[in-house]
């Protein structure tokens, strides 16, 4: 009995040995369409920063598409956002608005190496 307990202590000591964590960053972009003007594409892409910027740790995982990863609780984070306006053409003689908001971010995720 006693070496039954040995070895199941050893065996759960030696699994937690091989368990670690990885922070690893990342990169990825929102996009929001369709705007009239300049000015609301703008207003659109800081929308989306002021968002980004109100959600926990969470539901930016899923924003950015982490929630495949085995993520450390409340590790993600965003480090930097910034917004791009694109001018495009839906049709001839259109012209529209395009806001790309660019996310840079970082996460902790567990591995079992």
Do not use: W
């Amino acid at each position: 009995m006693k070496n039954a307990i040995v070895i199941a202590t050893s065996l759960l000591l030696s699994t937690t040995a091989f368990a670690a964590t990885h922070n690893q960053t990342g990169f990825t972009h929102i996009d929001k369409e369709g705007y009239q003007t300049r000015e609301q594409a703008y207003s659109a892409g800081f929308d989306v920063v002021d968002t980004l910027n109100q959600m926990t740790s969470r539901e930016q995982a899923f924003k950015l598409g982490l929630m495949q990863v085995d993520l450390v609780n409340n590790s993600v984070g965003v480090d930097e956002m910034e917004v791009v306006v694109e001018e495009y053409a839906p049709q001839r003689g259109q012209i529209a608005y395009r806001a790309r908001v660019n996310i840079d971010y970082h996460y902790t995720e567990r591995s079992n190496d």
